[in-house]
């Protein structure tokens, strides 16, 4: 069974450009969540989708949103880049939603020049 | 706010010592304990803990839940030098959704 896959692995942006990521998680897991993670501040939660829908969010502006499609793939977009916006966007895929065990893709590395 | 704390940060063994990594956690409405082993990129999912008492075990791994004094336990024997990477801990809450709160994490060095 395929794992977690995240496109694009790698982006350098600059300041004020806005990004979109993508991530498709396992056959048949039906929840995503995101992730961030820095040297400073480690793994920090982002937000979950469940069917579409948003089912937690963590404290992050409101230049970090998400949506989730009806095949349970989801993409990620930050508006307005910052310098701090460079990490590490992690995305995990249970199968359901709480409870499960989540499971991480590769990763995207943002760089924000 | 849910925390977790993870110690050591960092630590150095030699290959087939016995080492021995604590998870504190502190969270509204327990529901689960994760264990994952980052190397390079992503974070690999090793166990998932409900239950006080129970052990885990896989191969050379295995971990348990205190859930009356709110840690966790990973122990790795006969460590090896592929068993270097940082151990992550994390706890879920119950409730709608799934959100882990992540400890620092562990730093294991395994030196031949």
């Known amino acids: 069974k395929a794992g977690v896959t995240q496109t694009p692995r790698y982006l350098i942006k600059t300041r004020g450009q806005q990004v979109t990521l993508s991530c498709s998680p396992i056959s048949g897991h039906r929840s995503v969540s995101w992730y961030q993670q820095t040297p400073g501040q480690g793994l920090q939660f982002l937000f979950e989708y469940f069917s579409e829908t948003q089912r937690n969010k963590g404290n992050f502006p409101g230049r970090f949103s998400g949506r989730q499609f009806s095949n349970s793939r989801s993409e990620m977009n930050v508006s307005t880049l910052e310098l701090g916006d460079s990490a590490l966007y992690l995305c995990?895929?249970?199968?359901?939603?709480?409870?499960?065990?989540?499971?991480f893709g590769p990763g995207t590395r943002l760089t924000v020049t | 706010e849910d925390k977790v704390v993870q110690s050591p940060l960092s630590l150095v063994v030699h290959e087939g010592d016995t080492v021995t990594l604590n998870c504190s956690y502190e969270v509204t409405n327990f529901r689960s304990l994760l264990w994952y082993k980052q190397e390079k990129k992503a974070p690999t999912f090793l166990f998932m803990l409900?239950?006080?008492?129970i052990e885990k075990k896989s191969g050379r791994l295995s971990s348990i839940l205190d859930k009356k004094e709110l840690f966790s336990i990973l122990n790795i024997t006969a460590t090896q030098t592929g068993d270097s990477a940082i151990y992550l801990c994390?706890?879920?809450?119950?409730?709608?959704?799934?959100?882990?709160?992540f400890g620092e994490g562990t730093q294991l060095t395994v030196n031949p």
């Open positions: 409900t239950s006080s008492g």
């Open positions: 994390a706890v879920e809450p119950t409730g709608s959704g799934s959100r882990l709160t």
């Open positions: 995990a895929s249970s199968r359901l939603a709480g409870g499960y065990e989540q499971y």
